[in-house]
């Protein structure tokens, strides 16, 4: 006697089903054998309650963005840290080499007048 036994995953299905209500299709990734190879990388951004911006937490795969805010709650706020979860897909991050850092940032060095060196700062103003 031969059982087969199949394992689904959270997001295989994307709420549609075909056939009867015990057969669901789902689509696997051959060449890795597994699922989580399939599905894309999400980069995670955490606002704290204290702070204004958001900050990166860290990444995971996820099926959707959906499933990707789900798992970014119960893996980076465990205990309520944050106020708001951003979720961005990796593939959608695009970002300058820090090998042309030089001749990117190296035309603001010569405009003076963006760094308020030279003015007078009155002493009861303090820190700036």
Aim: proline share 4%; aromatic share 10%.
């Amino acid at each position: 006697m031969k059982i087969s036994i199949q394992k689904y995953y959270y997001g295989d299905f994307g709420g549609e089903q075909k056939g009867n209500s015990n057969e669901l299709e789902r689509s696997q990734n051959s060449s890795s054998g597994g699922r989580g190879a399939a599905w894309p990388l999400w980069e995670i951004f955490i606002r704290s309650k204290q702070g204004l911006d958001h900050k990166h937490a860290g990444s995971l795969h996820a099926a959707d963005a959906a499933m990707a805010i789900e798992n970014a709650r119960d893996v980076y706020t465990r205990r309520q840290e944050g106020v708001s979860i951003w979720v961005v897909e990796s593939k959608h991050i695009h970002a300058s080499n820090p090998d042309d850092a030089e001749s990117l940032y190296e035309p603001a060095a010569d405009k003076i007048y963006r760094h308020p060196t030279f003015y007078d700062i009155p002493g009861e103003v303090g820190h700036m």
